[in-house]
């Protein structure tokens, strides 16, 4: 825990990026719930295997094309492939590996929804299968953004048959997802989701080991590294790790926990960029653009840093918690309000 | 043998034992296949089958379900919930304040049309009047009547309106009081509060204590207030529930194959426990041996006097044949377990510390 100093910039001011984006794992839109429904099934073992038919995938490939050209409409400024397929929301990496069996019915943190608990009962090997979609992806957009669950979540969320050792597992983990991101085509963003660190906070030296493992799956890739927790805050000593990590932008819920994450940030800085997660991911309450953007100004007056190099604006959560026709509306607001703040520097 | 007045006025006239296991049902049944199709049909806007058919389908559905239950032999009935689509969605469609958006995931290609709340929510026509007297009308025995309760309806739905869910909770309760108290009005003596949502997020049982005062404020001591929580980590919850004034718990435990059993050994289980004995989630019929095991570990936790007989949850996802099965094999495991009782052949040692009261 040697990085507890301050690391924005107290140089000469530059100019603040305001950059609109999301955590990805977006609602499907609703003829494709329709269709997947009709050619997939309801039940546990119809959920995406990673070998899915062509009928299935050309649903996916179409639906993915809208959710981009949704995105480019709304105006935001960098591009997430959707994530449609992930059945198992951020366990889906492992869920679709072979060297995972998925089991029970199991529930997906403090939310109504459930996925598949994943077994890991070998070695994990490198998969390809979110990259896959990235390549399908990248051919839309020339502002793509990757999207993964964080090491400690992904391991969090699975249960361990193969390594035995809660550090080895993790180390695999993260072994697997930088394996993972090194296949990515050229992406400007990597966002790295992790509520486990905030849900299921790591004790003494685990939390240490969550930071490495950051870092390791952040170094696998050129493009800017966002480590976005939601849920809260996170505890002292888990921040001031994950300070450790060589990643670019921390993320902050500010929906779940202002007080806290501006605690944090006062007390031990934060990277030159920043993501702010303003927009509640869970409830169908459209903001104001205007609104966002004062909450923008408002963390910002609080800190006692001269200027960001980066604000990301998202929401604080992924979105497939909303109605599809909400979620559309949320991603607008977010495009409006980085807009608006971008004018508001200016 | 102590007697249970609250749950001795369901007892059956001619019932054949001395002992009394009362057997019910959690409330939802398969809806025939032919009242799916009348639903196609009524939402066909090129069909002449009209609101007034689709009634008639759901009022035949209604007395056939019921008439169903009555042949299983339970002793309170249901109208298997045919004239309900899913339990929170059907209140929402009733209560003013709320508004529909689409389809949101739950897991999989499973989806529901989860409602906001965007103003003040409001009581204006009853919701499940007329679903009772239908139903009471249609049966000469005891009808139990299962209404979502506040938390589970705020919790599962969309917050736009109010400061915090557990203020949407309190003013939903008020609503849920207002309902309960013109049914019991119509004449129902057996309400099941169904509060799903609490055993997903235990650390709110204050919430719900709090609202199930508001709901039973003012209603009649002899009216049957029963909860039904299910699939959840019960150790997190009790002993905290025997503070609610209800008069029953519907548990789920038949599902975990009793593992969560001891919970409720210590302290004494105070209420009356309606024990799943038959899980909804195989599409089996246990025989009639296994479920009067089951009844049995019931006995573990609480005297005869206090033990309902009852599947785990709803039962509307199983073969309509199955559902029945469990049904009737159910009721006969429960006159087997209590002409045992009369016999005085089962000897259960309950390992809470509880005075010599039988």
Redesign the interface.
Known sequence: MENIKRRYSLAAPTMTEYVSTTPGLFPLPDWAKDDLSDLKGHQKHDLIGGDEGEEIASVYEQARAEVIEGQQDAGLDRVVEGQLRWDDMLAHPLAVHDNVETRGIVRYYDNNNFYREPVVSGDLEFSGDVAGELEAASELTDDLQAVLPGPYSLADLATDEQYGDEAEFLGAIADFLAGEVDAFPDVETLFLLEPSLVENAPEDGTDERASEAIDQVASATDADVVVQPYWGALEEKVYAHLLDADIDAVGFDFVANQDDNLYNIQEYGAPADISLGLADGQNTLVEDPEAIRDRVDWVEGQLPVAEFETVYLTTNTETFYLPYAKYEEKLAVLAEAADLAEVTVA | MSTNENKDQFRPEDHENDHFLLTTVVGSYPKPKWLNRAKELYQDPDHGFDEDDYQEAKDDAARLITNEHERAGLDVVVDGEMRRNEMVEFFAHRIEGYEF???????????FD?P?VVSEVEYTDSWLVDEYEFTAEATDRPVKVPITGPYTLA??S???AYEDDDELTLALADLVNEEIEKLVDAGARYIQIDEP?LA??PDDHAIVGEALEQIVADIPDEVRIGLHVCYGDYSRIYPEILEFPVDEFDLELANGDYDQLDVFKDPEFTADLALGVTDVHVAEVESVEQIEENIKKGLEVVPPEQLVVSPDCGVKLLPREVAYGKMANMVEAARNVEADLDEGTIDIERDTAAPADD
């Open positions: 958006n689409g389809p949101v995931k739950v897991w999989g290609h499973n989806y989860k906001s919790n599962w969309f917050n736009e949502a997903t997020t």
